[in-house]
């Protein structure tokens, strides 16, 4: 089932935010702020403009996207919705990742959405970009970063 997230949810989804972080290649060099992170999500459950959506089966949580509706480049007329959390444990159903996406999108509506921006940092990026593309987005630019 997917829905809107509640603050009783909010260690379980800390704690994916933990084994996303722990899959991904930035494990090695930080962690996850867990006071912190439950602030944030306390303040995207009470927010109209961020959402906090999760999947949850038999009780147990096993995804979540959190994602919010800006201005571009916070000076722009261009209302996006872009996630900054997203991520699915190995178990859960197939298409669930897709399903909150989905959910995302829908909670931004189509009245105040002109873009959806999504990224993924975690999994294969050629993967992620045929999965991308089935739905229609396109690439439209990369990630460069460097380390100091």
């Known amino acids: 089932m997917i829905r809107t997230a509640r603050n009783q949810d ?4 800390v704690v994916l935010g933990q084994i996303a972080l722990a899959e991904s290649r930035f494990s090695e060099i930080c962690g996850v702020d867990v006071p912190l992170a439950k602030g944030i999500l306390l303040s995207a459950i009470a927010s109209d403009t961020t959402a906090a959506i999760v999947s949850e089966e038999n009780g147990i949580i096993d995804g979540v996207i959190l994602g919010n509706v800006s201005n571009m ?3 722009t007329d261009l209302p996006v919705v872009t996630h ?3 991520y699915v444990t190995p178990g859960a159903r197939p298409g669930t990742a897709m399903k909150l996406l989905d959910a995302l999108h829908d909670w931004a509506g189509p009245d105040n959405l002109k ?12 993967k992620s970009r045929k999965l991308f593309e089935r739905r229609g987005y396109r690439l439209a630019g990369y990630l460069y970063e460097k380390e100091d």
Do not use: C, S, T
């Open 10 to 13: 909010i260690k379980a989804i």
């Open 115 to 126: 873009r959806h921006l999504v990224h993924d940092m975690i999994v294969d990026p050629e």
């Open 73 to 75: 480049y916070e000076v």
């Open 84 to 86: 900054h959390l997203w």
